[in-house]
């Protein structure tokens, strides 16, 4: 292990990471079982009993909030999909393209941080119907979502500027 990676501010910034990655993955399971039930549950009532109008909305909400959370951790393991057009063997030239993508990453997340945040901030006062649920409750997946690809942008920079690997925990 480099004097880099035993870095006090490095070993927290792993820590804070692997920990808000447990926590995506908590939650995200959450939003599964629960998206999972209520679509399972609204199949059961509008085929035998009579429907539950709100269940669709709720189930709804549920995804958005595992496609969001999902794919910041993805994000953290570059499991997204990449163009690879040229492949490098010069460990400098492969670092140097991927901090550009990881910058590039960074433009994009930051868009979609602002605008989701603009975007969650009209939906206080709208709800969805039948439920009432507030619109900044689906909306919010957004943002903070783009938080976390954020934080995990800055991690995979410092890996690639510094020529580290830093210790991801595997869940």
Not at 75 to 104: E, Q, S
Request: aromatic share 16%; net charge positive.
């Amino acid at each position: 292990m480099s004097a880099l990676q035993q870095h006090p501010a490095i070993t927290a910034l792993i820590r804070f990471d692997n920990r808000t990655e447990r926590l995506l993955l908590v939650l995200g399971g959450i939003t599964v079982v629960g998206f999972v039930f209520t679509v399972f549950t609204d199949v059961i009532f509008r085929t035998f009993f009579s429907p539950i109008v709100w269940m669709e909305e709720v189930s709804r909400l549920l995804y958005m909030w595992f496609i969001f959370l999902g794919s910041a951790v993805a994000f953290r393991h570059g499991a997204h999909f990449k163009i690879d057009i040229l492949h490098f063997k010069n460990p400098i030239v492969r670092r140097t393209l991927a901090v550009l993508a990881y910058l590039l990453s960074v433009i994009f997340v930051v868009v979609l941080l602002y605008f989701g945040h603009q975007f969650a901030l009209q939906g206080i006062v709208k709800k969805s119907l039948p439920s009432g649920i507030p619109l900044i409750v689906y909306r919010m997946s957004f943002p903070v979502s783009g938080a976390f690809m954020l934080l995990y942008c800055i991690e995979g920079m410092i890996e690639n500027i510094f020529g580290i690997e830093l210790a991801r925990k595997e869940y």
